[in-house]
Structure formats: structure tokens, C-alpha cells
């Protein structure tokens, strides 16, 4: 984990334990710091407990064990996302202001231009006026993301930011998580299933190896073949390789067909 006396921290967590059955812990003893202007993966396999611990950071449930203080607004970005009312994209785009929004007040032309660019940003301006529900699930993704810039906080969660993205978009989102850090000075934090997302863009990686063991450290050291070998139960490989006069590294499960 990074030095702590050295590092701005945007959200701290002691010693943090969740359970949603008594006993039944899905996340213990869990102490993890992320610092502003930092990108932080977090990664595990499937029903380790990822979702849970980001609740947990947005506060949208309370630890039983430990404490968890953040500094400054969170914007979360959900996995999957449905809505219960037919709004239209640029309408769910501008909710995502609604913090800055006096209560009972209409969004003004500010807002809605804010929401049309950041639409732009992610090339879905087009569908502005298209149904939220009629999108496809990438296209919502990236709605949802709009919605969170717009916020303008300070601390962005993101739960599996790239699941429903193609691969020109995955690089568009992993390139703004990058942006957001450096250029605006948040704190970014997200869970992941491909570990090469982690090594293009955190500077620090949270590894829950069990849901009593979550060891983080600097990403270029976390993310290394025996420990991902031992997240995930599967051997992995770092690759690295040139592009265009640059030293490009990746990881990539070893995998051999049978036939
Ligand atoms: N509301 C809930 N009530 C009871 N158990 C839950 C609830 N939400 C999650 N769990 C359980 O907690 C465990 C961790 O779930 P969580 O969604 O946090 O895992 P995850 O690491 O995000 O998984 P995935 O990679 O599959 O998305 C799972 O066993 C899940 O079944």
C-alpha cells in the first residue's frame, strides 16, 4: 500500500467487514487507502466480494466491522443499470447534475448543454433524444458515465466500467478514468476482470485474494503473474512488447485449446 503519510487520501478504510448473513463474511479486515488524483483497480474473481466493498465505499451500506471516511462527493457508476421510467438519454444524463440543482429546480440550458457535450465526448450525442431502455447495454454504459462526469465530484466508483464496452469504447473509458485522475485531479477507483485494464491505467491495485486476505500496492507490483495466478487460480502471463518506439506491457491468461 502506498505511504500513507505521504499520500492525500480521498477515501481511507480500517479494518472494514461486511456480512449479509450473520458470520457469513463476504469482506474482512480490509484496510485500503486511495489518494486523490490516483487510479485504484480493484480486482477478484466473481462473488469475492467487489460489489459489496464498493457499496461500502459510496456509503450505501454500512460496514459491521471497521470504518470508512472519504473526503469529497462520490459519483458511482453502476454495472447494469435499468430504469423504471421511460426518460430519454440526455434526460438521465442530466440527473446526474442533480446535486447542483436547487430542489424543485429545472435544469438550465447550462445543464443541459454540459450533458449534450459530455454525450459528445463519449460519441453518443445522437441518441439524446432516444429512449434510455431502448439503448444497448453499451450504449447505456456509456450514458451512465456521461451522467457521473456531469456530476462534477470528486471521487468516481466505477463497478466493471468496461463489461459492456466494444473494444474502440473500452479504450475511450480507460483513456478518460486515466484523464480524470491526472488532469482534474480525482480519485478514481473501479472494479475490473481484466487485469491488463489495471495495468494500462491504475497507479495502485487492491487484490482480494480471499474474503479475509486484500493485499494493495502499487499496480506495476501487484499485478504480477504469481499473484494473479493465485487470485485467480489460473495461470497468467505478462507480455511485454514494442509499439511505435514504446515498451507496451499486458497480462493475458495462458490458455491452450484441447484439439
Ligand atoms: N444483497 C445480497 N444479499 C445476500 N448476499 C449477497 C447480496 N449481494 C451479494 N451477495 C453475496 O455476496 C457475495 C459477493 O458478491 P459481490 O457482488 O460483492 O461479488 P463480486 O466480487 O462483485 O462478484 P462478480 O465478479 O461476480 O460481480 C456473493 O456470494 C453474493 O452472492
Not at 460489489?51 to 472519504?70: Q, V
Not at 441518441?127 to 431502448?134: G, I, T, V
Not at 453499451?138 to 456530476?151: D, E, H, K, M, S
Amino acid at each position: 500500500m502506498h505511504d500513507v503519510s505521504t499520500v492525500e487520501n480521498a477515501v481511507y478504510l480500517n479494518n472494514v467487514g461486511y456480512a449479509y448473513q450473520p458470520g457469513d463474511w463476504i469482506v474482512r479486515g480490509c484496510t485500503a487507502c486511495f489518494g486523490r488524483r490516483r487510479v485504484a483497480a480493484i480486482l477478484g474473481p466473481n462473488g469475492r466480494g467487489k460489489t459489496t466493498l464498493l457499496k461500502l465505499l459510496i456509503g450505501a451500506m454500512k460496514p459491521l466491522e471497521g470504518d470508512i471516511s472519504s473526503h469529497g462527493e462520490i459519483a458511482f457508476v453502476p454495472q447494469l443499470f435499468d430504469t423504471a421510467f421511460n426518460y430519454t438519454a440526455v434526460e438521465m444524463v442530466v440527473m446526474g447534475r442533480a446535486k447542483r440543482l436547487g430542489l424543485f429546480s429545472q435544469p438550465s440550458r447550462h445543464d443541459l448543454d454540459l450533458a449534450l457535450a459530455m454525450m459528445d465526448r463519449f460519441g453518443i450525442a445522437s441518441l439524446a433524444n432516444h429512449p434510455f431502455d431502448s439503448l444497448s447495454g453499451g450504449q447505456r454504459q456509456l450514458v451512465i458515465f456521461a451522467r457521473a462526469l456531469v456530476a462534477e465530484a470528486d471521487i468516481v466508483v466505477l463497478d466493471e466500467p468496461t463489461s459492456a464496452l466494444d473494444l474502440q469504447n473500452q479504450i475511450v473509458v480507460l483513456r478518460w478514468m486515466r484523464q480524470l485522475a491526472e488532469t482534474e485531479g480525482l480519485t478514481v477507483i473501479f472494479t475490473t476482470h481484466h487485469p491488463h485494464h489495471a495495468l494500462w491505467v491504475a497507479d495502485d491495485a487492491l487484490l482480494m485474494m480471499s474474503h479475509t486476505n486484500q493485499e494493495m500496492g502499487a499496480a506495476t507490483t501487484m499485478l504480477i503473474e504469481p499473484n494473479l495466478t493465485r487470485l485467480y487460480g489460473t495461470a497468467m502471463k505478462r507480455i511485454v512488447f514494442e509499439h511505435d518506439g514504446r515498451k507496451i506491457e499486458t497480462l493475458t491468461p495462458v490458455f491452450k485449446r484441447e484439439s
